[in-house]
């Protein structure tokens, strides 16, 4: 499943799976992190799994590129692997304080406001993966018309809480940040949480989420509730 | 009892915050899934040193600061620190004030200050308290991570007026000297990256052979250059991927940045190279303005260098 493997530096192991982006390579990848977690294989300090990617970083003072590198090679991937897949729903606010980049939008997609919110909120994500800041989700696929690039100048930063839209993916800043997302809206969800150690992110890779549109009363009184 | 009350009191009162000061240790693993990267002292062999000077375990936390660094004063029993680096900083007992040397520990007393005026050509300095700093954990390592608010004083760099209290503290004096000069480096060793042929020849041909300017827009998550532009001929975006520290991005308008200890976990940028494991302290000791050149070096040449750099920080350990 693995198409190569080459080292990253001198410390790490970089696994391709491929060059698209899907459901089935993504699920590969994501079996694979989690049977050579469980190998608690020596040397291994950490595991990056992406859409397509796995980064394996090792300690260089107990182990190798090549070491490592034959024990994936003779991994036994537990093709039975379930995972505890969830369901969640995030709800977001796309009023005018909130939806920054609505606009933009609009012109970028040649689409009307409430069609962008329509198509936004009428389907059901994937979550890839997580990273880049703690807890932040990216999440696939939207439609087609709803495809963008990036901004054309980041924001230095981008409000915590913020829905973003790029390519074929939709993200929430889970802390304020710089990014160059389009983004539509807000959410009151602290989808990070470090004060739980054991299980810190609401949305892990191949939880499906899904969104659901709240006004400006809700936003400021979920917190209340 | 009451007595025994204000002899355990013993704290630091941090007059002046510095610019840059932070809490940390080895650092937290296993969480780059989630999103967060090992933080952890920058320059690990000065604070290994640093420790070893007042006789602490090596992972033991300590304060590191960037520029300039705090000035604190101390409030409690005898007490023995150390610096590390190539720093400048005084200790004022009573009236008198002396100029400190790195590499050796101090013995201060109740009401000494000391004053760490700067890091002299470099970054990261360390100060080493002989006890233990009472400090908040989040999985298991008190490293301040500031970008995501985790680590020891809510995830916050260090400011003005704060006090930290110390617990089981090591009065004997603990006189320790070490003879050791940071080394600098130019030319740092660099393995070729995933996405090396992303890159035209001219582009990568300048990579290794010019200048590069370390640019003021440096910190714990990432160093900035600024230098000869290296084409991309490929596509300036790759599918987000995982990142490493040492990775060397270059984004759409060809100006690298290497990721550092703080570093985002997932990056969509070509990776042009990495840093050699065995560069890595002194190349997070470069400080902003300084030139640099990137030297290839092949895997297997990294692995033994990083093999002899490692025993000689082991030798240095062993000579205090």
């Not at chain 1, 439609?143 to 390519?167: A, D, F, Q």
């Amino acid at each position: 499943m693995i198409k190569n493997i080459s080292n990253l530096g001198d410390a790490a192991v970089y696994c391709d799976f491929g060059k698209e982006v899907n459901k089935e390579i993504n699920s590969n990848v994501i079996k694979y992190f989690y049977s050579i977690r469980n190998q608690k294989i020596k040397g291994i300090n950490n595991l990056t799994p992406s859409y397509n990617k796995l980064i394996i970083s090792f300690d260089l003072k107990l182990t190798n590129f090549k070491e490592i590198k034959k024990k994936i090679e003779n991994l036994n991937i537990n093709e039975a692997f379930v995972q505890n897949n969830k369901k969640i729903t995030i709800p977001v606010c796309c009023e005018a304080t909130f939806g920054l980049d609505i606009d933009i939008l609009e012109k970028k997609l040649s689409l009307k406001r409430e069609k962008i919110l329509e198509n936004f909120f009428n389907k059901e994500y994937f979550c890839y993966m997580t990273g880049f800041i703690a807890g932040m989700p990216f999440l696939g696929n939207l439609n087609k018309n709803m495809h963008t690039k990036r901004l054309e100048t980041p924001r230095v930063r981008v409000p915590k809480g913020s829905v973003g839209i790029t390519e074929q993916f939709a993200n929430i800043y889970t802390f304020e940040s710089p990014g160059g997302w389009n983004i539509i809206g807000n959410t009151p969800v602290e989808v990070f949480d470090s004060g739980n150690e054991k299980d810190p992110n609401m949305i892990s890779p191949g939880d499906e989420v899904t969104f659901n549109e709240i006004s400006l009363d809700e936003y400021k009184s979920y917190h209340e509730q | 009892m009451n007595i025994n009350l204000i002899m355990n009191n013993n704290y630091f009162e941090i007059i002046r915050a510095g610019i840059n000061t932070t809490f940390q240790d080895e650092g937290r693993d296993n969480l780059y899934h989630i999103g967060i990267p090992f933080s952890g002292a920058m320059d690990r062999r000065n604070f290994y040193l640093a420790n070893k000077l007042v006789n602490n375990v090596l992972n033991a936390p300590i304060v590191e600061f960037a520029y300039q660094g705090p000035q604190l004063k101390y409030v409690g029993d005898k007490l023995n620190i150390s610096v590390t680096g190539d720093v400048v900083f005084k200790i004022k007992k009573n009236d008198t004030e002396i100029v400190g040397n790195c590499y050796e520990s101090y013995q201060i007393e109740n009401g000494d200050e000391i004053n760490i005026l700067s890091t002299n050509k470099s970054v990261y300095g360390y100060l080493a308290i002989g006890a233990e700093i009472d400090l908040n954990y989040q999985w298991k390592s008190c490293s301040i991570n500031t970008r995501a608010k985790i680590g020891s004083n809510n995830g916050n760099k260090l400011t003005d007026g704060q006090k930290f209290n110390l617990l089981n503290i090591n009065t004997k004096q603990n006189k320790k000297k070490l003879n050791y000069i940071n080394s600098k480096v130019e030319n740092l060793r660099i393995i070729k990256g995933t996405n090396f042929d992303y890159f035209s020849l001219e582009g990568a041909k300048n990579f290794f052979s010019k200048q590069f300017i370390v640019s003021k827009l440096s910190d714990r998550m990432g160093m900035r250059l600024e230098g000869p532009k290296i084409e991309n001929i490929v596509n300036s975006n790759i599918k987000s991927e995982g990142l490493i520290k040492g990775v060397i991005q270059v984004p759409a308008d060809g100006n690298p940045i290497i990721m550092l200890s703080d570093h985002g976990t997932i990056g969509g940028y070509p990776k042009i190279g990495v840093v050699a494991s065995v560069d890595y302290d002194r190349l997070v000791q470069i400080s902003p303005g300084s030139k640099i050149k990137f030297q290839e070096i092949e895997l297997s040449d990294a692995e033994t260098l990083f093999k002899l750099y490692e025993m000689e920080t082991q030798n240095l350990l062993s000579q205090i």
